[in-house]
């Protein structure tokens, strides 16, 4: 039928007198449809076109010879061409690709009309145009078929590929086949200048329609072109030449203008695509950086709040969400509490948490356990009615609710609202998909971590007394700081116990690490230490014990500790230190202040064979001795050394008439301030005289001092 109307096209509105001018659509139409076709149902096409073309012929009194000629030739051409085209592409065409289009061009606009023309053209010359000039003949036909070929089939080609151009652009298609029909008239029907009033449309379609806008537009100004042509207008109608050679340089004229534009559409569209690929490749390295920073905050972060503050910083900007939330499964897996959300006034009107029997995006999809996507408001209102309002405060047009599981389990769910409507396409959900997964690994390891940090805290508080017993003789303070509470509960320890013999324990230790290991590790090694005390081992001793007890059972393998025994019968104070930082002996007599460093070994627990001595000194009434761990003196970049001149020169101006718990609160804070790096454990120790009785007692834990 196609082939059929064309023929009829081409007789009536192309005609001469002498026939058909020959702007031959149905070649386009007959080598599209057989390379869009398989090639057994070629012979279906070839009968059609044999069919149509002898109807056509008996309908305006063709010769029969001429009329199997041209059914012949009409026949030949598209199997030639498509022929072609197949074999050079490897198969159908995409006129996209530079190498395809001119597969295209060389095989079906050209071979193949070749082969037709000469069959056809030279009928033409012996049967109906005897009198013409048979190289005339032949070109006409030629040119005629070439035209219809890249007019017509070229759109029909691109039409799968490329006509979402058209349908994006309805109004502005219709504006360019408009104008190509002004242009077209204004220049066949005028003496303006063709080249300067096609081209500009042409380039227009190429530019924003691509190939199929400059095809089609092409296909316009071809058919008002032969119109004009064949009635003696047009670009060559000065040309001292036959009407039919006219014609003929008139639609290779035309032919040139449309396959230069659909080459400059092509060249526009692949420096488009360059960009595009460019701006991909920009976007997907931005976000796989951002992905990068999210992860590093998140093997930092240790509660959920910290998860919700990695998430904030850095996911907000990279995916353009005006509202995120956080939430995670209850304890009890009844309900979904609200552990983070920007902006706060969501979380304010949500309020903490939610049961998970309500139906919302956020329970639906802990429950489901997949992705909802919700694209539009119109659809969250028809999706959850009773919810619109929630929709309405946070100005939500598109909305994303992404499940966070582990093993199977739910943990959680990440809400992303957008106020403007998002395509929400691949690119984006699995950028979405890639920061759950690694928000649901940082829950499950926040978990792990407040429920050790909860077992460590109860393990510490049984350990470390809030205030050390009252013993005679001596005014104590004891102040004890964690590092800052998202590095975990520190190994850090301090003993003061009464012994027999009217003698007194004391002790600081630091094991190495944070955490439970570390906290169980100090219980251990505090717990040896008070029972090796109590059998009335002197300190080099008892040492050497916690070294191979150290090396035998603790998880960090690595401890530092210092133990003084003081015996006030005697007035002395005998210690040992291993690889700790020496305690400071303040002289009441003097003030002056010294180290108590002739007794140091190495540390417990490498060495189990390590040999340790202690010394002792005498303590006059009024002396202090202060204890401490290293958190105390020792700063990143800056020598410890430096940290313990400090703790002197502050200790050797503390004067006897000021309490020993005052000291100790200034002693921590100007060496110690916050936010602190390491756990800070002091023991200070002011000796007085047994008549005196037991003196007050004061301590400080976890940023307090009395």
């Given at each position: 039928?196609?082939?059929?109307?064309?023929?009829?096209?081409?007789?009536?509105?192309?005609?001469?007198?002498?026939?058909?001018?020959?702007?031959?659509?149905p070649?386009?139409?007959?080598?599209?449809?057989?390379?869009?076709?398989?090639?057994?149902?070629?012979?279906?096409?070839?009968?059609?076109?044999f069919?149509?073309?002898?109807?056509?012929?008996?309908?305006?009194?063709?010769p029969?010879?001429?009329?199997?000629?041209?059914?012949?030739?009409?026949?030949?051409?598209?199997?030639?061409?498509?022929?072609?085209?197949?074999?050079?592409?490897?198969?159908?065409?995409?006129?996209?690709?530079?190498?395809?289009?001119?597969?295209?061009?060389?095989?079906?606009?050209?071979?193949?009309?070749?082969?037709?023309?000469?069959?056809?053209?030279s009928?033409?010359?012996?049967?109906?145009?005897?009198?013409?000039?048979?190289?005339?003949?032949?070109?006409?036909?030629?040119a005629?078929?070439?035209?219809?070929?890249?007019?017509?089939?070229?759109?029909i080609?691109?039409?799968?590929?490329?006509?979402?151009?058209?349908?994006?652009?309805?109004?502005?298609?219709?504006?360019?086949?408009?104008?190509?029909?002004?242009?077209?008239?204004?220049?066949?029907?005028?003496?303006?200048p063709?080249?300067?009033?096609?081209?500009?449309?042409?380039?227009?379609?190429?530019?924003?329609?691509?190939m199929?806008?400059?095809?089609?537009?092409?296909?316009?100004?071809?058919?008002?072109?032969?119109?004009?042509?064949?009635?003696?207008?047009?670009?060559?109608?000065?040309?001292?030449?036959?009407?039919?050679?006219?014609?003929?340089?008139?639609?290779?004229?035309?032919?040139?203008?449309?396959?230069?534009?659909?080459?400059?559409?092509?060249?526009?569209?692949?420096r488009?695509?360059?960009?595009?690929?460019?701006e991909?490749?920009?976007?997907?390295?931005?976000?796989?950086?951002?992905?990068?920073?999210?992860?590093?905050?998140?093997?930092?972060?240790?509660?959920?709040?910290?998860i919700?503050?990695?998430?904030?910083?850095?996911?907000?900007?990279?995916?353009?969400?005006?509202?995120?939330?956080?939430?995670?499964?209850?304890?009890?897996?009844?309900?979904?509490?609200?552990?983070?959300?920007?902006?706060?006034?969501?979380?304010?009107?949500?309020?903490?948490?939610?049961?998970?029997?309500?139906?919302?995006?956020a329970?639906?999809?802990?429950?489901?356990?997949?992705?909802?996507?919700?694209?539009?408001?119109?659809?969250?209102?028809?999706?959850?009615p009773d919810?619109?309002?929630?929709?309405?405060?946070?100005?939500?047009?598109?909305?994303?609710g992404?499940?966070?599981?582990?093993?199977?389990?739910?943990?959680?769910?990440?809400?992303?609202?957008?106020?403007?409507?998002?395509?929400?396409?691949?690119?984006?959900?699995?950028?979405?998909?890639?920061?759950?997964?690694?928000?649901?690994?940082?829950?499950?390891?926040?978990?792990?971590?407040?429920?050790?940090?909860a077992?460590?805290?109860?393990?510490?508080?049984?350990?470390?007394?809030?205030?050390?017993?009252?013993?005679?003789?001596l005014?104590?303070?004891?102040?004890?700081?964690?590092?800052?509470?998202?590095?975990?509960?520190?190994g850090d320890?301090?003993?003061?116990?009464?012994?027999?013999?009217?003698?007194?324990?004391?002790?600081?230790?630091?094991?190495?690490?944070?955490?439970?290991?570390a906290?169980?590790?100090?219980?251990?090694?505090?717990?040896?230490?008070?029972?090796?005390?109590?059998?009335g081992?002197?300190?080099?001793?008892?040492?050497?014990?916690?070294?191979?007890?150290?090396h035998?059972?603790?998880?960090?393998?690595?401890?530092?500790?210092?133990?003084?025994?003081?015996?006030?019968?005697e007035?002395?104070?005998?210690y040992?230190?291993?690889?700790?930082?020496?305690?400071?002996l303040?002289?009441?007599?003097?003030?002056?202040?010294?180290?108590?460093?002739?007794?140091?070994?190495?540390?417990?627990?490498?060495?189990?064979?390590?040999?340790?001595?202690?010394?002792?000194?005498?303590?006059?009434?009024?002396?202090?001795?202060?204890?401490?761990?290293?958190?105390?003196?020792?700063?990143?970049?800056?020598?410890i050394?430096?940290?313990?001149c400090?703790?002197?020169?502050?200790?050797?101006?503390?004067?006897?008439?000021v309490?020993i718990?005052?000291?100790?609160?200034?002693?921590?804070?100007?060496?110690?301030?916050?936010?602190?790096?390491?756990?800070?454990?002091?023991?200070?120790?002011?000796?007085t005289?047994?008549?005196?009785?037991?003196?007050k007692?004061?301590?400080?834990?976890?940023?307090?001092?009395?």
């Open positions: 039928m196609a082939f059929a109307g064309g023929s009829l096209l081409a007789w009536q509105v192309f005609g001469s007198e002498a026939g058909p001018a020959f702007f031959y659509p070649a386009g139409v007959t080598v599209a449809a057989m390379i869009l076709s398989r090639r057994r149902l070629w012979s279906a096409v070839v009968a059609g076109i069919a149509a073309e002898t109807l056509v012929d008996i309908l305006f009194q063709t029969p010879l001429a009329s199997v000629g041209f059914a012949l030739a009409n026949t030949i051409e598209p199997v030639v061409g498509a022929s072609l085209v197949l074999a050079w592409c490897g198969g159908r065409p995409d006129l996209g690709k530079r190498r395809d289009f001119v597969a295209f061009v060389m095989g079906a606009a050209i071979l193949g009309p070749l082969s037709g023309c000469l069959i056809g053209g009928l033409k010359a012996v049967t109906i145009d005897a009198g013409s000039p048979w190289l005339s003949l032949v070109l006409n036909w030629w005629g078929d070439a035209l219809g070929v890249l007019v017509v089939a070229a759109p080609l691109l039409w799968a590929t490329q006509s979402h151009f058209v349908r994006q652009r309805p109004w502005e298609t219709v504006a360019v086949i408009a104008v190509a029909m002004a242009v077209s008239f204004a220049g066949f029907w005028t003496a303006a063709l080249a300067l009033l096609i081209l500009p449309v042409l380039g227009w379609a190429a530019l924003r329609l691509d199929l806008g400059a095809a089609l537009a092409g296909a316009v100004v071809a058919f008002l072109v032969n119109v004009t042509a064949t009635r003696g207008r047009g670009l060559f109608a000065n040309i001292d030449v036959s009407l039919t050679t006219r014609v003929a340089l008139t639609q290779v004229f035309i032919a040139t203008i449309v396959v230069v534009t659909m080459v400059i559409a092509q060249e526009s569209r692949a488009e695509s360059e960009v595009e690929e460019h991909a490749e920009r976007r997907e390295r931005i976000r796989l950086e951002t992905l990068s920073r999210l992860a590093r905050k998140l093997s930092a972060a240790l509660t959920p709040q910290d919700g503050r990695a998430l904030e910083e850095e996911v907000i900007a990279e995916v353009g969400v005006q509202a995120l939330s956080l939430g995670a499964v209850g304890p009890d897996a009844r309900t979904l509490e609200w552990v983070s959300g920007y902006p706060r006034v969501v979380l304010e009107k949500f309020g903490d948490s939610m049961s998970l029997s309500e139906r919302t995006v329970t639906d999809v802990v429950r489901g356990g997949q992705p909802i996507i919700i694209p539009t408001s119109a659809e969250y209102a028809q999706i959850y919810k619109v309002h929630w929709a309405q405060l946070s100005g939500a047009e598109s909305t994303v992404w499940p966070l599981s582990s093993a199977g389990r739910p943990v959680g769910v990440m809400l992303l609202v957008w106020t403007d409507p998002q395509p929400l396409d691949a690119e984006q959900l699995y950028y979405v998909a890639a920061v759950a997964n690694m928000v649901s690994q940082a829950l499950v390891r926040a978990q792990v971590y407040a429920d050790e940090r077992r460590a805290t109860i393990l510490q508080s049984a350990v470390l007394p809030a205030t050390p017993a009252e013993i005679s003789g005014d104590v303070c004891v102040t004890y700081e964690p590092a800052d509470v998202e590095q975990g509960l520190g320890w301090y003993d003061l116990m009464a012994l027999p013999g009217n003698r007194t324990f004391l002790a600081v230790g630091d094991v190495v690490g944070h955490g439970m290991p906290v169980e590790d100090m219980a251990q090694l505090r717990s040896a230490g008070r029972a090796l005390a109590h059998q081992m002197e300190p080099a001793q008892l040492m050497a014990e916690l070294n191979g007890f150290t035998d059972a603790s998880h960090g393998k690595f401890a530092t500790m210092v133990v003084a025994i003081y015996a006030p019968d007035r002395s104070l005998r040992c230190s291993a690889g700790h930082p020496p305690p400071l303040r002289r009441s007599a003097t003030g002056g202040v010294s180290r108590l460093a002739d007794a140091h070994g190495p540390v417990l627990g490498p060495l189990p064979g390590a040999v340790y001595t202690d010394e002792t000194v005498a303590i006059e009434s009024g002396d202090i001795l202060v204890m401490y761990t290293d958190g105390l003196v020792e700063r990143r970049g800056a020598d050394e430096a940290g313990i400090s703790a002197e020169r502050i200790i050797a101006g503390w004067s006897p008439d309490g718990g005052t000291y100790c609160s200034i002693l921590q804070d100007r060496l110690a301030p916050r936010p602190r790096a390491d756990d800070v454990c002091v023991i200070a120790v002011r000796f005289p047994d008549d005196e009785g037991p003196r007692v004061c301590a400080g834990r976890s940023g307090s001092t009395s």
